[in-house]
């Protein structure tokens, strides 16, 4: 089942193509990241998903150092050495470095692809939904920031009878939220933290639309789920922990889902490169966990454990 014209020559830039998923809503899914996202969250799981454009990554432990990127690099933009070696501000990512490297040290995070060519391999597992009642999730980055590109898949994955889900942090106008529902069975939406100042700190923007858009859509009759990372020190604090449950709590929302802070995504951030700092914190303990558990249990909020802390 193919796509309009219009669709069809239109381009999104995807980094991963995920099947199999079990972890992005109900039954056996496929995740499709797009790239792009307007946050900076100081815990992004995805650093790669940041950059609305494709990137050129350096894994140094593959590197053999035999300068052939180097000497393919028409802009000189390889610099010697182990450490990160691509100047973003010399890179056009022509991807001639990633086509001479030897050892796959090179490569590059992001392609464009067009409606047909996603939907063509979302098919291949049409049995696989049918059977578990899974489908396709839209993630990132943030999935909203290529508008026009996850209404056309969405539309697509649709027509083709195919179960949609979106995860979204919820930054995004209304009007295009609105639109997307039209196309959507599942919402999967972040709640970080309430402060407005906090949020600024450790996200870089403002959560008054976040907000905002988190109330309607509980009144709207979506079948959404809210998420809240955990991450110690920033959405773990007790003001933030107590703040979120009184927020949740008056959306009327009995169910929710906590996502604890995991720490393999520094490694990614080697790859991409110094485009945002590491965070020297460990991921949550038991105890630290079920302590926010219990406070959402205490205001009749059931908690359901994520593996996804974006």
């Given at each position: ?17 995920q099947r199999y998923s079990l972890g992005d809503g109900p039954g056996i899914r ?30 140094r432990e593959r590197c053999i150092d035999d300068h052939s990127c180097q000497a ?146 509980s009144r709207s009759g979506a079948k959404v789920t809210f998420r809240v990372p ?81």
């Open positions: 089942m193919g796509t309009s014209r219009n669709s069809a020559e239109l381009k999104g830039v995807v980094f991963d193509v496929t995740t499709v990241f797009l790239k792009g996202c307007p946050l900076r969250c100081r815990w992004c799981q995805n650093p790669e998903s940041i950059s609305s454009e494709p990137e050129i990554a350096f894994d393919a690099c028409p802009r000189q933009a390889i610099a010697p050495g182990f450490g990160y070696r691509v100047d973003p501000g010399r890179c056009d990512r022509c991807g001639a470095c990633v086509r001479a490297c030897p050892s796959g040290a090179l490569t590059t995070i992001g392609r464009r692809m067009t409606v047909d060519e996603l939907l063509e391999i979302v098919l291949r597992d049409a049995a696989f939904y049918a059977e578990s009642g899974g489908g396709v999730t839209l993630s990132g980055g943030e999935p909203t920031s290529q508008f026009a590109f996850a209404v056309a898949l969405l539309k697509a994955c649709k027509r083709a009878g195919i179960h949609t889900a979106i995860e979204t942090s919820g930054f995004v106008g209304r009007d295009r939220l609105s639109r997307l529902l039209e196309w959507l069975d599942d919402v999967y939406y972040d709640l970080k933290v309430i402060s407005p100042e906090q949020h600024r700190v450790f996200t870089g923007v403002d959560n008054a639309p976040i907000l905002s858009n988190a109330r309607w859509l955990l991450v110690p020190g920033m959405t773990m604090t007790e003001p933030n922990v107590a703040a979120m449950v009184s927020f949740i709590a008056a959306l009327r929302v009995r169910q929710i889902d906590l996502c604890p802070y995991q720490s393999g995504w520094r490694r990614k951030l080697e790859r991409v490169g110094p485009i945002q700092d590491s965070l020297a914190i460990a991921p949550p303990s038991s105890e630290q966990v079920q302590a926010v558990v219990a406070a959402f249990g205490a205001a009749g909020i059931e908690v359901r454990m994520s593996g996804d802390s974006s």
